[in-house]
């Protein structure tokens, strides 16, 4: 079964991990595409076919300002992505839960009990030099 475009859906369009870095660059503001080149330090031509793929899928909008071409996310294109990642947010919170659980049990194990009574406190006097 051959692969579908990555024009075809936000998904496809996000499995490239240099357009999830453009895509989180964009979401603090709107930028023009020499920002993005250099912040990605990347070659101007890929920055623009990334770009363009984004765009293509809805998940990046542009405006002209004067001679610029300005781009911004969409973030109403993003939910997709958001609804169908928090389907996983139950199961990850599951495996948190245990992991933070596990870590107190082990850290209570591990440190001693001040009160416990194997353990006498410090009792002798400190000598005066």
């Not at 199961?91 to 049990?105: I, S, T």
């Amino acid at each position: 079964m051959s692969r579908a475009a990555t024009t075809s859906d936000v998904f496809n369009a996000v499995a490239e991990s240099r357009r999830r870095d453009i895509l989180s660059y964009l979401a603090a503001s709107e930028r023009p595409v020499g920002d993005i080149v250099a912040a990605m330090e990347l070659e101007q031509p890929s920055v623009s076919k990334h770009l363009r793929v984004l765009r293509d899928v809805g998940l990046v909008r542009a405006r002209r300002d004067g001679r610029r071409i300005l781009y911004r996310t969409n973030a109403e294109a993003i939910r997709p992505l958001n609804e169908w990642a928090a389907t996983f947010e139950r199961y990850w919170q599951h495996q948190l839960n245990a992991v933070k659980e596990r870590a107190e049990k082990m850290a209570g194990e591990s440190s001693p009990d001040l009160r416990s009574p194997n353990i006498e406190p410090d009792t002798k006097p400190k000598e005066k030099p």
